[in-house]
């Protein structure tokens, strides 16, 4: 059973950064796809940024040039650089890591931005 925790969110400015943290663990193996959703309140949850099974990185439009996914030699941890953040990036922000077609999410963190 994998096991996905998420830290690091928080209330800052418009303007400002924040650093999101995500580990995957139970598995002996590497997870190759594991990435950052976003949901805010009243609307659909939303990919942010990933990793795909490939290696390659993807990011919604509305956070390119701003978020910068990352992951640590330990493969199964990664991290969301959040700067410039805008008001409309509040939402709750969810790490999901996939390991053999199963999904597994976590628990979610919370990120609000003040105008």
């Known amino acids: 059973q994998v096991q996905v925790v998420e830290s690091g969110g928080g209330l800052v400015q418009a303007g400002g950064s924040l650093r999101l943290s995500c580990a995957a663990s139970g598995t002996i193996f590497s997870i190759n796809e594991i990435g950052w959703y976003r949901q805010a309140p009243g609307k659909q949850r939303e990919l942010v940024a990933a990793?795909?099974?490939?290696?390659?990185?993807g990011y919604a439009d509305s956070v390119k040039g701003r978020f910068t996914i990352s992951r640590a030699n330990a493969k199964n941890t990664v991290y969301l650089q959040m700067n410039s953040l805008k008001p409309e990036d509040t939402a709750v922000y969810y790490c999901?890591?996939?390991?053999?077609?199963?999904?597994?999410w976590g628990q979610g963190t919370q990120v609000t931005v003040s105008s």
């Open positions: 990793f795909t099974s490939g290696g390659s990185t």
């Open positions: 999901t890591a996939e390991l053999w077609g199963l999904d597994y």
